[in-house]
């Protein structure tokens, strides 16, 4: 292992996290259910407007990929503020 690896150390910090641990299985399991109803819910929804009005499948399908890559974004930015915040803390 490389001597600038942080490996250790995030893997010590890791321990302290609810998700990580032996019973990390139960605990990712309704994330992943909740994910997976979403995704059935927007391919069924897709299914459903392409055969209703399939004129503005392409439109609503920018729309919600855009829509997506805002949240990731936004998700994502305040993950690291709490990152930033949790290290000044220490």
Same mark, same amino acid.
């Given at each position: 292992?490389?001597? *600038?690896?942080?490996? +250790?150390?995030?893997?010590?910090? &890791?321990?302290?996290?609810?998700?990580?641990?032996?019973?990390?299985? &139960?605990? &990712?399991?309704?994330?992943?259910?909740?994910?997976?109803?979403? *995704?059935?819910?927007?391919?069924?929804?897709?299914?459903?407007?392409?055969? *209703?009005?399939?004129?503005?499948?392409?439109? *609503?399908?920018?729309? &919600?990929?855009?829509?997506?890559?805002?949240?990731?974004?936004?998700? +994502?930015?305040? +993950?690291?503020?709490?990152?930033?915040?949790?290290?000044?803390?220490?």
């Amino acid at each position: 292992m490389s001597n *600038t690896s942080n490996f +250790r150390q995030a893997m010590q910090e &890791a321990k302290g996290q609810l998700i990580i641990g032996p019973n990390v299985i &139960a605990n &990712a399991l309704p994330y992943l259910g909740g994910g997976l109803v979403l *995704t059935a819910l927007g391919t069924y929804g897709g299914l459903g407007v392409i055969n *209703t009005n399939p004129g503005i499948f392409m439109p *609503t399908f920018f729309a &919600a990929l855009i829509g997506e890559l805002v949240l990731f974004f936004v998700a +994502r930015g305040i +993950r690291h503020r709490q990152n930033i915040i949790k290290q000044g803390k220490k």
